[in-house]
């Protein structure tokens, strides 16, 4: 399974991490200095977690990041995957 997320469509995102060189000035050194940038992934907080709707009765599992089960939590279980599609 992709790196997505079910309700959202949150997905790894690709950002950069700049590195640095040399001593800082405090502990003795000439200072620090930014040499090149170098990419990396950002990869969304899933998990996947069965949530109960009790309009249907059942379990229903989900793949989906925090920002998303705190989605269910405010709206409830069956508008917030109904909305998705899921159900």
Known sequence: MARVCSIRGSKVRVGRKIHRSGLAKKKGGIGRHVTKTVKRKVSPNLHT???????????????????????INKNGAYQTLKKAGLI
Request: aromatic share 14%.
């Open 49 to 71: 977690k069965r949530v109960w709707v009790p309009e249907l009765n059942k379990y229903v599992r989900v793949k989906a990041t925090a920002k998303a089960f705190k989605t």
